[in-house]
Nanobody, 125 residues
Framework: VQLQASGGGLVQAGGSLRLSCTAS????????MGWFRQAPGSEREFVAA????????WYTDSVKGRFTISRDNAKNTVYLQMNNLKPEDTAVYYC???????????????????WGQGTLVTVSS
């Protein structure tokens, strides 16, 4: 599975961006698509994930209420709508996917088999 991420950019604090991640194959079964981010000098961290079968969603605490993950079935695409962006959201955002991941492991990037290229999000204060 190949993943194509897009949508990063420069935005002022309080602004919004929408990231997209498109899979090269139609997601089936336990397919989970997630977003991770890595700020300069920091470890990669989990942001959000979406389970294709059933629509379960997970978020890291720092983005709850501001970010929304959703999907477009017809386009094999997951979106990350980011509202009320803060300077601390600045990072390279990566989409990831796996078709065997269990829910208890969705926050662990090392468990994802497929990764897209990063897209840079910069939030100015």
């Amino acid at each position: 599975v190949q993943l194509q991420a897009s949508g990063g950019g420069l935005v002022q604090a309080g602004g919004s961006l929408r990231l997209s991640c498109t899979a090269s194959e139609r997601p089936l079964g336990r397919f989970i698509m997630g977003w991770f981010r890595q700020a300069p000098g920091s470890e990669r961290e989990f942001v959000a994930a979406y389970k294709w079968d059933g629509g379960s969603r997970w978020y890291t605490d720092s983005v709850k209420g501001r970010f929304t993950i959703s999907r477009d079935n017809a386009k094999n695409t997951v979106y990350l709508q980011m509202n009320n962006l803060k300077p601390e959201d600045t990072a390279v955002y990566y989409c990831a996917a796996d078709n065997r991941l269990i829910s208890s492991r969705i926050r662990y990037g090392s468990d994802y088999d497929y990764w897209g290229q990063g897209t840079l999000v910069t939030v100015s204060s």
